[in-house]
């Protein structure tokens, strides 16, 4: 069974960075694409960004050109490289990988953005 775990988050200044690290095991990177969702509180949860097993990366609107999903395969791991944080980006972060039409998720990391 697919297994993902998240790393990384913390308490960083508006403006500032963080890597965020997403360990896989039960499935290989080469053929599932795996993506990074957020959700507030009170909000619903949304997509971050999304690699596609060929390596081709896609991001919603509000991340891009700040974020970026980068992936090592012979580690498993999946990154999420942010920069310019804004304290609307506050949220827990998970990775998501879909295996056979069933989702699943990491326990997820909290990143919180203020001042």
């Known amino acids: 069974q697919p297994q993902l775990a998240e790393s990384g988050g913390g308490l960083v200044q508006p403006g500032g960075s963080l890597r965020l690290s997403c360990v896989v095991s039960?499935?290989?990177?080469?053929?599932?694409?795996i993506g990074w969702f957020r959700q507030a509180p009170g909000k619903e949860r949304e997509l971050v960004a999304r690699?596609?097993?060929?390596?081709?990366?896609n991001y919603a609107d509000f991340v891009r050109g700040r974020f970026t999903i980068s992936r090592i395969n012979d580690k498993n791991t999946v990154l999420l490289e942010m920069n310019s944080l804004e304290p609307a980006d506050t949220a827990v972060y998970y990775c998501?990988?879909?295996?056979?039409?069933?989702?699943?998720w990491g326990q997820g990391t909290q990143v919180t953005v203020s001042s």
């Open positions: 998501n990988v879909a295996v056979a039409s069933v989702s699943f």
């Open positions: 039960g499935f290989s990177l080469d053929y599932y694409a």
């Open positions: 690699m596609m097993a060929g390596g081709v990366s």
